[in-house]
């Protein structure tokens, strides 16, 4: 029986090659990629550390510049990534391609959480230190994050995004062993799928506020509003709001409302400033003008918690077009002007 060839990627026959040439000859060809290149590349050496030989030959044998069969010697491993790195570009800067392959690989680790429900993650990391916890969210797309950290308490919420916020760059070695626990503590029930990048900082804890519900939200900034007064603030400040539907152009505003049902867009309008008001209704037809006017009055008194859930609805629909470039949102009013 005849075992199939695998199919190489073009960096993965990339490595194969360099990883059969003598380190001066590598380097020579390594200098010839860009950074980013020579990154992937060496991420492909790393994770390979070892190639079968007639995947090896194959890969020979289309670049026609080496004999196969007897000189096959396809070693990989982090040594020879580094050895080549470091011929080809010097030691710092070896070392610096190295660092980002490592965090890069390190954040692979957590791939088999982005299949697992928010409530299988909760419990995984139930009892864990929040910076713990804070680590395993950061590597998470953060819709998955947001709907994971909807299911703390109240007390743990806040304290996790307090360690979002104040997190740096992750040490791949303790990524690795915490990722490596969970996996084992998981038993299996999660597969594998796409990674994120290891973050943290303000802008992840953005991203997963913006993804929670009403409630999970206003729960998160009031916590850290008693704990962390510049913290919240400075997150109101980036947050998205109902009200900023006034920064938007006319024909953005148009596409907005233009799937709004009347009765959501007339709660959400309840109780909303003078220039909200005027934008939302400067940019809907006559049609619906009229609409919206019979829903504002026969309405009568409405529930905080469903004019924030319009208000919600309203938001998410516009982070969704802004994120597909549908619509531009402008997040300041320091624009510079020209005479």
């Known amino acids: 029986m005849t075992t199939a060839t695998p199919e190489l990627t073009g960096s993965q026959k990339v490595a194969v090659v360099l990883m059969n040439l003598e380190q001066q000859q590598a380097a020579r060809v390594m200098k010839q990629f860009t950074d980013a290149e020579a990154e992937e590349i060496a991420a492909e050496i790393v994770r390979m550390r070892r190639v079968e030989s007639h995947v090896a030959e194959k890969a020979l044998t289309e670049f026609h510049e080496i004999a196969v069969a007897d000189r096959v010697n396809s070693r990989g491993g982090s040594d020879v990534a580094n050895g080549l790195l470091e011929a080809s570009f010097g030691s710092e800067r070896a ?6 392959v490592a965090a890069s690989m390190a954040g692979r680790s957590f791939e088999f959480l982005n299949t697992a429900e928010p409530s299988q993650i909760v419990s995984l990391i139930e009892g864990e230190l929040p ?55 998981s038993s299996g029930v999660v597969a594998a799928r796409s990674s994120t990048d290891v973050v943290g900082g303000i802008r992840p804890l953005l991203d997963i506020i913006n993804q929670s519900d009403v409630a999970t939200e206003r729960a998160l900034l009031a916590g850290l509003e008693e704990r962390d007064p510049e913290l919240a603030q400075e997150l109101r400040d980036l947050m998205l709001t109902f009200a900023d539907i006034v920064k938007l152009e006319q024909r953005d505003v148009q596409l907005v409302l ?6 959501n867009l007339a709660r959400a309008m309840k109780g909303a400033s003078e220039p909200v008001a005027e934008t939302i209704r400067a940019n809907l037809s006559e049609r619906n003008r009229q609409l919206l006017d019979d829903e504002l009055a026969n309405m009568g008194p409405v529930r905080v918690s469903q004019v ?21 949102l402008s997040r300041a009013d320091d624009d510079q002007y020209v005479d």
């Open 95 to 100: 070392a610096g391609v190295m660092n980002r």
């Open 131 to 185: 910076q713990t916890i804070a680590l395993v969210l950061a590597h998470l797309r953060p819709g998955l994050a947001s709907s994971t950290m909807a299911g703390l308490a109240d007390s743990l919420r806040t304290d996790v995004a307090e360690c979002i916020a104040a997190m740096g760059p992750a040490a791949p070695e303790a990524v690795r062993v915490v990722a490596g626990a969970l996996r084992v503590r």
């Open 258 to 263: 233009r799937g709004v049902d009347p009765a």
């Open 308 to 328: 924030d859930e319009a208000r919600a609805d309203i938001v998410r629909a516009i982070r969704d077009m802004e994120a597909d470039g549908r619509i531009v």
